[in-house]
């Protein structure tokens, strides 16, 4: 069974800059496509960034493209989020996601995805 943990969350002046990595228990989920999602208090979680199993497909939000990369190595069995010019707007949690149905292409709805981390909360002072 997969699990996934999330790193790297924390405070952040806007403007600033922070890298969220996401470690997956198997080297399974090298085949699945993984998403970034977000959620913050009162609104429906949603996907940041996605990316396919070999890296070379990723899918952003418009409200973070150009900002966010998304980025794995298969062989750390990790998947990075780095932020740059974070935004009020950016405040937070983020989930780490994986679909064991999604593998050569991303979709971005949440439902997709069938094994979550447990979030790491992301906030971004103005």
């Known amino acids: 069974q997969v699990h996934l943990v999330e790193s790297g969350g924390g405070l952040v002046q806007a403007g600033g800059s922070l890298r969220l990595s996401c470690t997956t228990s198997?080297?399974?989920?090298?085949?699945?496509?993984m998403g970034w999602f977000r959620q913050a208090p009162g609104k429906e979680r949603a996907i940041v960034a996605g990316?396919?199993?070999?890296?070379?497909?990723?899918y952003y939000a418009d409200s973070v493209k150009g900002r966010f990369t998304i980025s794995r190595d298969n062989a750390k069995n990790t998947v990075d989020l780095q932020m740059n010019s974070l935004k009020p707007e950016d405040t937070a949690v983020y989930y780490c996601?994986?679909?064991?149905?999604?593998?050569?292409?991303?979709?971005?709805?949440?439902?997709?995805?069938?094994?979550w981390g447990q979030g790491t909360q992301v906030t971004v002072s103005s």
């Open positions: 990316i396919n199993w070999s890296g070379l497909l990723t």
């Open positions: 198997t080297h399974t989920a090298s085949n699945y496509a």
């Open positions: 996601a994986a679909s064991s149905t999604l593998h050569t292409i991303v979709k971005p709805a949440p439902v997709l995805y069938d094994v």
